[in-house]
């Protein structure tokens, strides 16, 4: 390990630092553009000792358990809670410009769809249990340890207050000094606890975990690997009026606001479209609003997600058809030939895109097409195979959902 000076000159797409030394980049976490800071270097990596120069786009951080003076250590939850709003909002729409200009596309790409502290509904915690306590926080970055939370400005208001709920589930649930994951919901019934990589469960703990949770109040569901453990009220989200109950661990997106702009953003595109296809279609987050305008089907790999879509279509005034088809889109995608009996298709595929799916797009007779997804790159791969075979992007909007982090969501629309 050497000790040096350098100067940041940009900021990576994972969000650290990048200053050029004489062998190439050297990438530094917690620092901003046009700063000279002291690190301690280890072949590529470095990590930051102190700001001889700072940034005027540098902050204080919202949060006690952030960077590398944090006072617990450092959170890895968060990796840009230093930078200002404004420039910080500006990386983030700068990111799906150079994703799309990597593949030649040059649109007009709208502001930021701005986050704010306080709305994730869906977080993620480390948690294990030691000889005094119940642990429950998040990863120090690119490490196993867990840095304890008190506090975490991201995190909604509902899943904090009831922190210490979610760590005696923890601590009813731990059976050795192992850590595991807790995927926590807050949803209108209660928080949705889904608990992931716990083995061995003897049956009075079971029980016993059991009891812990019914003796407490704001938690609906408590899931152990897939399996639901207790359910003393069944978790339900809103979907635009649409009442869902997704299965536990199902993917949500992890925000409200962004999840109310990306599905305006869809259904405006789609207009007054008759006859509407959703592929990757999950528990029905667009699926179940755009039933609204026209018949839809929702096309989704995993039984469960299907299952509560098709439950919630059918127990709702008001809505067109809904029909349901579970299939894998990466081994079967629908054929240019299927998609011949769609006014429109919306897309939103995991972080590896759709590359198949849109082969088939591109070779379809599809007036209109909206593609969501929470990874610029593979977007563009994507939007450039629909873009060579004659769609034409109208309208590029990014969205903000993880706050102070580097990933960011994107609607994208096209038109035949």
């Not at 502290?117 to 480390?126: C, S």
């Not at 469960?201 to 407490?216: G, N």
């Not at 405006?268 to 755009?290: E, M, N, P, Q, Y």
Request: glycine share 8%; proline share 6%; aromatic share 6%.
């Amino acid at each position: 390990m050497s000790t040096e000076t350098v100067t940041i000159q940009k900021l990576g797409a994972q969000g650290d630092g990048i200053a050029q030394g004489a062998d190439g980049p050297i990438y530094v976490p917690f620092t901003l553009p046009d700063e000279t800071v002291a690190i301690a270097r280890v072949k590529s990596q470095g990590t930051l000792m102190s700001i001889a120069s700072a940034s005027p786009d540098r902050q204080e951080p919202h949060c006690r358990h952030f960077g590398p003076d944090g006072v617990n250590g450092t959170c890895g939850g968060c990796t840009l809670q230093h930078y200002a709003d404004a420039p910080y909002r500006a990386f983030k729409r700068q990111l799906v410009i150079d994703a799309l200009r990597s593949k030649g596309l040059t649109p007009e790409v709208d502001e930021l769809v701005a986050a704010h502290p306080g709305e994730r509904r869906r977080v993620v915690f480390a948690a294990r249990k030691t000889e005094k306590d119940m642990l429950i926080g998040f990863n120090q970055a690119e490490s196993h340890h867990i840095v304890a939370i008190e506090e975490c400005p991201i995190a909604s208001p509902g899943i904090m207050s009831r922190l210490p709920a979610i760590r005696a589930v923890g601590a009813a649930l731990a059976v050795n000094a192992e850590a595991f994951r807790i995927s926590v919901l807050e949803t209108l019934t209660g928080l949705d606890l889904a608990v992931d990589g716990i083995k061995g469960l003897y049956d009075k703990q079971r029980r016993s975990a059991i009891e812990t949770v019914l003796a407490l109040r704001g938690v609906g569901r408590v899931s152990l690997n897939g399996e639901i453990l207790v359910e003393p009220m069944k978790p339900i989200v809103d979907f635009s009026g649409v009442k869902v109950s997704p299965p536990s661990g199902a993917f949500t997106q992890a925000t409200k606001p962004a999840e109310e702009a990306m599905v305006e953003l869809v259904a405006t595109h789609v207009g007054k479209a008759k006859r509407i296809a959703d592929l990757f279609a999950g528990s029905g987050t667009f699926s179940l609003r755009l039933a609204r305008i026209g018949r839809v089907h929702a096309v989704e790999s995993e039984d469960k997600p299907l299952a509560a879509l098709d439950h919630a279509a059918r127990n709702t005034q008001g809505l067109k058809p809904v029909s349901i088809e579970r299939r894998d889109l990466f081994r079967r995608p629908l054929m240019a030939q299927e998609l011949k009996n769609y006014d429109a298709v919306v897309f939103d595929p995991p972080r590896a895109g759709a590359e198949f799916q849109t082969k088939e797009l591109a070779r379809s007779v599809v007036k209109k097409i909206v593609a969501v997804s929470c990874n610029p790159l593979t977007l563009a791969r994507d939007l450039a195979l629909l873009t060579e075979a004659g769609y034409r992007i109208t309208r590029v909007t990014p969205i903000d959902q993880f706050l102070w982090t580097s990933h960011v969501e994107v609607v994208v629309a096209l038109e035949k």
